[in-house]
Every structure is written in C-alpha cells, then in structure tokens.
C-alpha cells in the first residue's frame, strides 16, 4: 500500500513569527545597547519611561496597555523607577484608590539624553530605505498588526 506524502515541514527560518520575532530582538538589543548599558535602565523601566513621556502623567494599567506589558513587570519596574527618583506615583484625585504614576525632572532629564541616542540607532536602521520603502515598510507593519490582532480575537 502506498505511503501518504508528509506533510510539508516547517523551516523555522521563513516562518513569519519566528523572523519577526528575531527581528524584533536584535534591533531591542540594539536600543538597549544604549538605556541598559550606558545609563542602567531595563527594559521594562526604559519603557514607562517612554510611555510616561509619551502620554503624561498616568495610571500603571494604562502604561501596561501602552508598553504591551505585564502588571507585575510593570509593578516591579515602577518600583525600582521610584527608588532611583525617576518615576513619582501619587494618587488620582478623581479616584483615591487609583495611583497615577509620572516623571520627577530627574527622570525627564534622562529620557531627555536618551531620545536622541535612540532616535539615531533608529534611522541608522532605517537609512538604506527609501521613503516610499519606508512608507510601504510602516504600511505593511500595520496590516500584520491588525490582522494578528484580529486573528487573537478570534480565538
């Protein structure tokens, strides 16, 4: 009786998740070349830091949806941000069960040396492509977005 053929294999290599992912490690490891080793932030700290920047003062479940990270990262990061005076937590004065978390100057001033250093590394990283390539590159980073998110919903 003849065998049925195998199905087709995957090669880790050209799978979408995979290259993505070790994409998206190898250029994290480059920014982070530059907020871990020069100025002593992890990850997860560099990124309240941003997101604070970026959004103002608030709450940590905010920051955990902006940062795509984990409450307890996110807790453990604040509370060493606190520590080092970059981050103040203080509480919301339209709900007193709430804490809204923002930048001491200290932590301003910080991210304030590093946006340029990041921003560098950026178009470095990005100076081979033209701005249509650039344009078509943002395009296509959004599709895969949605369509991953959309994907997730499903279930």
Known sequence: MPQAPAPEGLALNSFLPYRLTILADQVSRTAAQIYADRFDLTRPEWRIIA????????SATEICAHS?????????AVASLETRLL?????????????ILD?????????????PLILAR???LLESFSP?????????????????????QRG
């Open 51 to 58: 997101s604070l920047s970026e959004l103002g003062p608030v």
């Open 68 to 76: 795509a990270q984990d409450k307890m990262t996110v807790s453990r």
């Open 87 to 99: 981050v103040h937590r203080h509480d919301d004065p339209h709900d007193r069960r709430n804490k």
């Open 103 to 115: 930048l001491t100057p200290a932590g301003r001033a910080l991210y304030g040396k590093i946006v």
């Open 122 to 124: 950026e178009a470095y």
């Open 132 to 152: 249509e390539e650039r344009a078509t590159l943002n395009r296509l980073l959004e599709a895969l977005l949605l369509r991953a998110r959309g994907l997730e």
